[in-house]
């Protein structure tokens, strides 16, 4: 094979079949061969070695781009994503840590690719049906000559592409709505990170107005349901005590022996004083 196909292969053409078919026909590496390699461009920057240890990798990514295909984007381009990620697990693979490059350049690919299906991930909701998407590209296509529409341009629209107003001013609000990215990085250099908004979103939940607005809900609960137990009498306060309160719950069979009564007895005395309760929390 030659170095321009060799080279070829890390961008898939639009001949896909052909380009999955070289890329499993690569021979794969034995763990000695692989080892040195990743030793040669550690120690020597050896870009031939490089290129040595993505080819036969290049098969794997198009096994991972495989299990993307229910996103609606193309296999070339999620292979292509994937490659960028091999190509930087190759940079920084270390041979010393004992693993293989696949176990490690798994994770890098997959970052990869995810990213560019959510960078195009918008594009998929907004037009979900075939007629959707070719509306959608029009439609972009128009709202660059025009602008924001207005009535007579919607109309205008709708007539050119043989459709409702109705849906046209549906697509646009698609288009008009803005995504904003939750993660991820400002550009191609990893170093350069950018926050997801979570980060720097104001956190309410130690306000001192919700805190004492808690505290006071749960003290006034708490004292509600002190005074509904007061109004129990004293074998149901004690049963109820004995089976919720306590940190070691007494049995019905325990309760049972102790008033000298059968423990369905006081399975019931138990439901009518939680009903009690209840009634009392309601008023």
Do not use: C
Request: glycine fraction near 4%; aromatic fraction near 8%; hydrophobic fraction near 40%.
């Amino acid at each position: 094979m030659t170095n321009a196909m060799q080279l070829n292969l890390t961008t898939p053409g639009s001949n896909l079949t052909s380009y999955i078919a070289t890329a499993n026909s690569i021979p794969m590496l034995t763990a000695e061969e692989e080892h040195a390699l990743a030793v040669d461009l550690q120690e020597n920057g050896n870009l031939d070695a490089a290129r040595r240890l993505i080819l036969p990798h290049l098969r794997f990514v198009i096994h991972v781009a495989r299990g993307y295909a229910g996103y609606g984007l193309q296999q070339a381009d999620l292979i292509q994503e994937g490659n960028i990620g091999l190509m930087k697990a190759v940079k920084r693979f270390d041979p010393s840590v004992g693993v293989r490059l696949v176990s490690f350049a798994v994770h890098w690919i997959r970052a990869e690719m995810h990213e560019f299906i959510l960078r195009n991930w918008r594009i998929v909701k907004v037009a979900t049906t075939k007629a959707q998407r070719k509306l959608f590209f029009n439609l972009r296509k128009s709202k660059t000559r025009l602008g924001w529409f207005s009535h007579e341009q919607v109309q205008t629209v709708a007539n050119e592409l043989g459709v409702k107003p109705e849906t046209v001013l549906e697509m646009e609000s698609r288009l008009s709505g803005r995504d904003v990215g939750f993660d991820g990085y400002q550009d191609d250099d990893d170093d350069s990170f950018a926050y997801a908004p979570a980060a720097y979103l104001q956190d309410v939940s130690e306000e001192p107005a919700r805190v004492l607005e808690a505290a006071d809900w749960s003290a006034h609960n708490e004292e509600r349901l002190t005074q509904a137990i007061s109004t129990l009498d004293e074998r149901s306060q004690d049963i109820l005590a004995s089976r919720w309160l306590s940190e070691e719950k007494t049995t019905l069979h325990e309760l049972a022996d102790k008033y000298g009564i059968s423990a369905e007895r006081i399975r019931q005395l138990e439901k009518a004083a939680m009903q009690k309760l209840r009634s009392a929390l309601m008023d």
